[in-house]
């Protein structure tokens, strides 16, 4: 069974950290790119951050650029999500998605993705 699971979501202070996870079961990453996106109460999906399959391009949404790196390790089949200097409006439910394809690009568009897990918290309030 194809599963993709998230975790690390918490409640957090603004400034700080949170290190998100996108672990995968039932397929191998190796051959996915994997995006990761947000959604806060009463907004739409937004794309966050993608990694394209080899690991050696990403892309970031210029609301995060500078405060989160993705990176993968495919040793563990797992992507992370970094998150740094944490703002209240980073606040919402987070996902990550996988696209079978090899190339040296990825997407922040959710629909071009497969698969998806059921989303962690994140809640950026003091």
């Known amino acids: 069974q194809v599963q993709l699971v998230e975790s690390g979501g918490d409640l957090v202070q603004p400034g700080g950290s949170l290190r998100l996870s996108c672990a995968a079961s039932?397929?191998?990453?190796?051959?996915?790119?994997i995006g990761w996106f947000r959604q806060a109460p009463g907004a739409e999906r937004e794309g966050v951050s993608c990694?394209?399959?080899?690991?050696?391009?990403?892309a970031y949404a210029d609301a995060v650029k500078g405060r989160f790196t993705i990176s993968r390790d495919n040793a563990k089949n797992t992507v992370y999500l970094q998150m740094n200097n944490l703002k209240p409006e980073d606040t919402g439910v987070y996902y990550c998605?996988?696209?079978?394809?090899?190339?040296?690009?990825?997407?922040?568009?959710?629909?071009?993705?497969?698969?998806w897990g059921q989303g962690t918290q994140v809640t950026v309030s003091s």
């Open positions: 998605a996988a696209k079978g394809i090899r190339g040296s690009g990825c997407s922040m568009t959710s629909t071009v993705y497969d698969y």
């Open positions: 039932g397929f191998t990453l190796d051959y996915y790119m």
């Open positions: 990694i394209n399959s080899r690991g050696d391009n990403t």
